[in-house]
């Protein structure tokens, strides 16, 4: 019995330690295998992030989400350039501003189009006024001429004019316009508030060449620039062919009288200093 056990006791212990042995044997092979996954695990997601960036910076495969923003954007812009359609009186005047081709013409066009786009045409006629009256020195005679050749592809009445026209001159410097409806009206003149000689219609063709030269023709009005804190009276006589009407225009704002159809005579004393 005592042999027996000694020899159960010997093996056991022998085996223990075999075992232990192995147990440890096994613990570093599994810490070596855990370490290489990490190592593998890691190094793998490098390439994986780094083939998404790739990716994504080639444009081959970008993500469905940026892919569908940036179509919707661009189709916006492209269905807002096609839709968008310059008022004819922007792009007279630009065309007076810049006859020809170009890069300023182009700069000027673009810029214009974001304010009418914003919906922002008073800011958008202001800034044709500035150009204009800093290119032209704020002279009442080119004035005089841009009324008579851009004004009319303003679209809408005599109102709307108006309305252009006063924005307009906000940009433009320190002056005025008087435009006075051709319907309604049988006779009229102008003259300074002393009453000495009667202003001239400019010509069709030309521009202001005396000082006399004040009053502006075109198919349905007349327009008379004055400089700001001018006086002068107007004399006009009244027609049976429509209503008659009188605008003073500033960049402050609009004034506008009317008179209904008949042959009647008004004497209109005009001060530049005001709306009223």
Same mark, same amino acid.
């Given at each position: ?5 000694? /020899? ?60 569908? &923003? ?9 269905? /807002?350039?096609? /839709? ?15 006859? +020809? ?148 225009? &500033?960049? +402050? ?24």
């Amino acid at each position: 019995m005592s042999s027996y056990t000694k /020899i159960c006791s010997v093996f056991t212990l022998k085996d223990l330690g075999l075992h232990k042995v192995e147990i440890r044997h096994a613990k570093a092979v599994l810490t070596y295998v855990a370490i290489s996954l990490l190592f593998l695990l890691s190094v793998g997601r490098d390439d994986l992030l780094a083939a998404n960036n790739e990716d994504v910076l080639s444009g081959d495969n970008p993500p469905f989400y940026e892919t569908s &923003l940036t179509v919707a954007s661009s189709d916006m812009e492209e269905e /807002i350039d096609a /839709i968008f359609m310059f008022p004819e009186i922007y792009e007279v005047s630009i065309n007076l501003i810049y006859p +020809g081709e170009g890069y300023l013409k182009n700069e000027l066009m673009a810029s214009i189009k974001k304010l009418l786009i914003e919906s922002r045409e008073k800011d958008a006629a202001k800034k044709l006024g500035e150009i204009i009256g800093r290119e032209r020195k704020n002279s009442k005679a080119y004035l005089g001429f841009y009324c008579r050749k851009a004004l009319p592809s303003v679209a809408g009445d005599l109102n709307e004019r108006a309305q252009f026209l006063s924005w307009f001159l906000s940009g433009y410097g320190k002056s005025g316009v008087v435009m006075v409806s051709r319907e309604g009206i049988e006779k009229l003149s102008a003259s300074g508030k002393r009453r000495g000689e009667l202003w001239k219609f400019v010509e069709e063709v030309k521009v202001q060449s005396e000082k006399l030269e004040r009053i502006y023709q075109a198919d349905d009005a007349v327009y008379i620039p004055f400089s700001s804190g001018e006086i002068f009276i107007l004399d006009i006589v009244g027609s049976d062919q429509g209503e008659a009407a009188v605008w003073k225009i &500033l960049p +402050g704002g609009i004034n506008r009288k009317a008179w209904a159809a008949g042959h009647w005579e008004r004497e209109i004393t005009i001060r530049g200093d005001r709306v009223n």
